[in-house]
């Protein structure tokens, strides 16, 4: 298969990883031609039109052994597993007795309000039995409610003129105008 073009789907079942982890290995132009924390290069897609890319598969070759060299000189810790996943018995006894301890955190809030709801539910059966036994009383007419007329609003308009002659012979004449608009009361 040297030399062949494979899509970005068929590159990644290959390299066995999802597209988040995927979209790491490719070099998209942005300046980083290697994969972070290692000196191995990044693929670089090949375009086969507006918008479809694909790989050459010997890059893809180059790139799965680069991988596993670098796995192999790097020293491996043991991994843990999530405690989640762990199996057996000490791991399910575990995981039993976070869920007991939870639920009894939660249980005395709930038994105290399970016992005032049953006293509720017995009160309101009670009062059923006594209302069928009542008789209904008659419905009260309500009286109509009573419409303002609206209310016409006031305008008030005050003019002023004010003559002055602060020097002989010089004569000011001020004009001043306001209006004021408000609801009657």
Same mark, same amino acid.
């Given at each position: 298969?040297?030399?062949?073009?494979?899509?970005?789907?068929?590159?990644? %079942?290959?390299?066995?990883?999802?597209?988040?982890?995927?979209?790491?290995?490719?070099?998209?132009?942005?300046?980083?031609?290697?994969? %972070?924390?290692?000196?191995?290069?990044?693929?670089?897609?090949?375009?086969?039109?507006?918008?479809?890319?694909?790989?050459?598969?010997?890059?893809?070759?180059?790139?799965?052994?680069?991988? /596993?060299?670098?796995?192999?000189?790097?020293?491996?810790?043991?991994?843990?597993?999530?405690?989640?996943?762990? &199996?057996?018995?000490?791991?399910?006894?575990?995981?039993?007795?976070?869920?007991?301890?939870?639920?009894?955190?939660?249980?005395? =809030?709930?038994?105290?309000?399970?016992?005032?709801?049953?006293?509720?539910?017995?009160?309101?059966?009670?009062?059923?039995?006594? %209302?069928?036994?009542?008789? =209904?009383?008659?419905?009260?007419? =309500? %009286?109509? /409610?009573?419409? =303002?007329?609206?209310?016409?609003?006031?305008?008030? &308009?005050?003019?002023?003129?004010?003559?002055?002659?602060?020097?002989?012979?010089?004569?000011?004449?001020?004009?001043?105008?306001?209006?004021?608009?408000?609801?009657?009361?």
């Amino acid at each position: 298969m040297a030399n062949s073009i494979e899509r970005p789907e068929v590159t990644r %079942a290959r390299l066995g990883v999802g597209l988040s982890k995927f979209r790491d290995f490719v070099d998209y132009g942005n300046g980083d031609a290697v994969i %972070a924390g290692t000196d191995i290069r990044r693929l670089k897609p090949v375009p086969l039109g507006a918008r479809a890319i694909g790989f050459l598969s010997d890059e893809v070759d180059s790139l799965v052994e680069a991988l /596993r060299a670098h796995r192999d000189s790097v020293p491996q810790h043991a991994r843990v597993q999530p405690e989640h996943l762990r &199996t057996g018995r000490d791991a399910y006894w575990k995981r039993q007795r976070r869920k007991r301890a939870k639920q009894e955190r939660s249980k005395g =809030k709930r038994r105290e309000t399970a016992i005032r709801g049953k006293a509720r539910k017995v009160a309101k059966t009670a009062k059923r039995v006594v %209302a069928k036994v009542k008789p =209904k009383r008659a419905p009260v007419k =309500k %009286a109509a /409610r009573k419409v =303002k007329p609206p209310v016409a609003a006031v305008v008030e &308009t005050v003019a002023a003129e004010v003559i002055e002659q602060p020097t002989p012979g010089v004569i000011t004449v001020t004009e001043v105008e306001e209006t004021e608009a408000r609801k009657a009361s």
